[in-house]
Structures are given as structure tokens and as C-alpha cells.
């Protein structure tokens, strides 16, 4: 959310480019705090296994919850004060899935946008390959629905990080193994 008053005196922030800065940040004028534009950190594991027919399948949640509510997502959330990705990918899943997963390599970090219009805050979205080790996932917290989907057909999705790590996973997954 774009803050509008300053939370230290209450004043009405005014929009600057500071000295070195790329982007104009919200600055009070009465006592000069800057309230940084920072991107919050999330975290997210693309869930992978062989379907049917040898067709590699990603489990991907309908959210249950705004913003986007009830398009497809890939699994995860924000990280906690003083939670390491992994940390909070393990305490996400089990929160919205009940299962527990082995983490693979980073399939990448994306940055994007959470929420709609001028509201929306700067996210900055890491991915995880990941396979469940434990438990059948099944809906819960904020997830109403959960599906396996073909990597090659999948629905739309909720997020522009979503579709960028989708695409990262399929990339990286066509390639030769001790390929770079």
C-alpha cells in the first residue's frame, strides 16, 4: 500500500527524488523521514511430478482470498521478520497445503506487483523447485483449490511472477542435464 501520511508526525507525504536514488520515495516534509518503496519478499515452490502418460505435471492453488481471488497460483507467501526463505516456504506449505516438501535449486527471483492499482506493493519473488515428501496436498488457509496441471497447459495465472518462474522451470527443466 502507497502510505499517504507519514507514521512518525502524521503529515501529508510529498513524492521526491532523493540524491542517487532511481525512483521518487515518499519523504514527509515536516520531519523528514523517507519512507522506502522497499519490494516485500515472498517465496514460492513450483511442485513438480511425472502425470500421466509421462507428461510433467506443477500442483498450482486457486487463491481464495483478494487480490486475484480465485485465479491460479503457484504455492507460498511472504516471509516473516526473521525467517529464512526456506523457513518461511516450509511454514507456507504446510499452512496452505498440509504436506512437507525437499527443496531443489532456486528456479529464480522475479520481481512484480501485489494487488491492484495504486495499492499495489512492489513484491520481490523468489522460486523454489520443490517435491512433497510428505502428506497429499490439500486445500486450506487461503488456498480454496488445488490441482495438478500439465507444465504445457496451464491456466491463467494470477501473477506476472508466476507465468516468469513457469517459464523458468520449463527452460530449465528442457535443458541437458550439466547444461549452464
Not at 515518499?26 to 522497499?38: I, K, T, Y
Not at 516473516?80 to 499452512?95: K, Q
Not at 496441471?149 to 527443466?173: E, H, I, K, M, Y
Request: negative net charge.
Amino acid at each position: 500500500m502507497t502510505p499517504r501520511l507519514c507514521t512518525h508526525c502524521g503529515a501529508p507525504l510529498q513524492w521526491r527524488r532523493l540524491a542517487d536514488e532511481r525512483h521518487p520515495q515518499p519523504v514527509c516534509p515536516r520531519c523528514g523521514l523517507v519512507h522506502w518503496q522497499n519490494p516485500k519478499p515472498t517465496v514460492s515452490a513450483l511442485i513438480t511430478r511425472q502425470g500421466p502418460g509421462g507428461r510433467r505435471e506443477v500442483l498450482l492453488v486457486r487463491r481464495a482470498v483478494p487480490p486475484r481471488q480465485g485465479m491460479w497460483d503457484c504455492p507460498g507467501g511472504f516471509i516473516d521478520p526473521g525467517e529464512s526463505p526456506a523457513e518461511a516456504l516450509a511454514r507456507e506449505l504446510r499452512e496452505e497445503l498440509g504436506v512437507e516438501v525437499a527443496l531443489g535449486p532456486v528456479v529464480g527471483i522475479f520481481p512484480d506487483r501485489y494487488g491492484d492499482g495504486e495499492d499495489a506493493e512492489a513484491t520481490l519473488n523468489i522460486y523454489y523447485q520443490a517435491a512433497v515428501t510428505r502428506g497429499e496436498p490439500a486445500p486450506a488457509s487461503d488456498v480454496c483449490e488445488a490441482r495438478w496441471w500439465p507444465l504445457d497447459d496451464l491456466p491463467p495465472l494470477a501473477f506476472d511472477n508466476n507465468r516468469a518462474a513457469l517459464a523458468a522451470l520449463r527452460q530449465a527443466l528442457a535443458a541437458p542435464r550439466g547444461s549452464a
